[in-house]
């Protein structure tokens, strides 16, 4: 074959390989290419993983902390107002100046009751053996404003279901000409919490917050004792016996069955004790339909019960009236 034709078929090898890219078999071996194994893949995947994961894990507890603060700011806010509300009422409290030994009748009526006829919440504390005891507790406190008498109650409806327990406050006036008088107002709180259709009533009973486990009320003197036996109080210059501060027996949980201020009697200072349900504790409770089951999972959630203590001074106490 002539040299010539040779040497134009290289050349036609050595341009074909320069436009396709592509090395013609005769200049030897194409190279190798580097690239991943699967096990470095598998590594990478792995790590990917885990990161993910420890970012989700942060997402998730921040979530809960930001999910925390808003329910202890919900929780803070509605205990506040209701103590502020209750506060506003005690601080207000009259006399009647009506001498008897009893409660309820024409006339006599009971300045402040303090009942705790429901059965209790008892809760576990955690980290500790002890237990404690959430008391629901409704009171009647009267005041007066010119010539208007008020009664004002709080009670908890413990026969929700959905809320559960509901802080109702009760509110009813009459002029203090009228013949009942504070008896009829007393006499009125007490039909009402009894009566099913007064927790729909919005005129004299209103619905305050959700998710009270412990509402109790303790009276002190001038002394600061706790009132919870009968003592003696001077009204007109004399000497009277059992007009006040005397509970009703047996007691229950530790508190007075019923206890009754009458007459001129005021206590000093009173102290209010609430116990709040967090909202998410509240809500999972009310979606359980059984009340044995409710009230078991209730006791196993007392870290979720936030407790508001204030103890208020009366404005109105004779001190000269306590011997």
């Known amino acids: 074959m002539p040299k010539s034709r040779v040497e134009s078929r290289e050349s036609r090898v050595v341009r074909w390989s320069e436009i396709s890219g ?3 078999s005769t200049l030897g071996p194409r190279p190798a290419i580097a690239a991943f194994t699967l096990v470095e893949v598998l590594v990478v995947v792995v790590l990917m993983s885990f990161i993910i994961l420890a970012l989700m894990a942060v997402f998730n507890s921040t979530q809960s902390a930001f999910r925390a603060s808003i329910t202890q700011t919900d929780v803070l806010e509605g205990g506040r107002s209701a103590m502020g509300l209750i506060k506003s009422d005690l601080e207000t409290m009259a006399p009647s100046f009506g001498i008897s030994d009893n409660a309820v009748g024409a006339v006599n009526f009971s300045t402040a009751v303090v009942t705790g006829t429901n059965t209790p919440l008892v809760q576990s504390l955690a980290g500790s053996g002890y237990l404690r005891t959430n008391v629901l507790e409704e009171f009647f406190i ?7 008498w008020t009664g004002v109650g709080y009670v908890v ?7 559960i327990n509901p802080l109702y406050r009760f ?8 013949a009942a008088g504070p008896a009829a107002l007393y006499n009125n709180f007490m039909n009402a919490v009894s009566s099913y259709a007064a927790w729909t009533n919005t005129s004299i009973m209103s619905h305050l917050m959700d998710g009270v486990v412990d509402l109790r009320v303790r009276a002190y003197d001038t002394k600061g004792g706790w009132m919870w ?7 007109n210059n004399v000497m009277v016996t059992n007009v006040w501060a005397y509970p009703t027996f047996p007691f229950i949980w530790g508190e007075p069955s019923v206890f009754y201020m009458l007459s001129n009697a005021l206590p000093a200072s009173v102290e209010i004790q609430l116990g709040v349900l967090e909202d998410r504790t509240l809500q999972r409770a009310e979606s359980i339909p059984d009340s044995n089951t409710r009230s078991n999972y209730l006791a196993q959630h007392a870290g979720q019960v936030h407790l508001f203590r204030q103890r208020i001074p009366i404005r109105n106490v004779d001190p000269s009236a306590y011997q």
């Open 157 to 163: 409806n413990t026969a929700s279901a959905n809320p």
């Open 142 to 148: 009267l005041t007066r404003q010119n010539t208007t």
């Open 171 to 178: 509110s009813m006036s009459t002029n203090v000409l009228a």
């Open 22 to 24: 592509s090395r013609p």
């Open 229 to 235: 036996m009968t003592t003696n109080v001077v009204v």
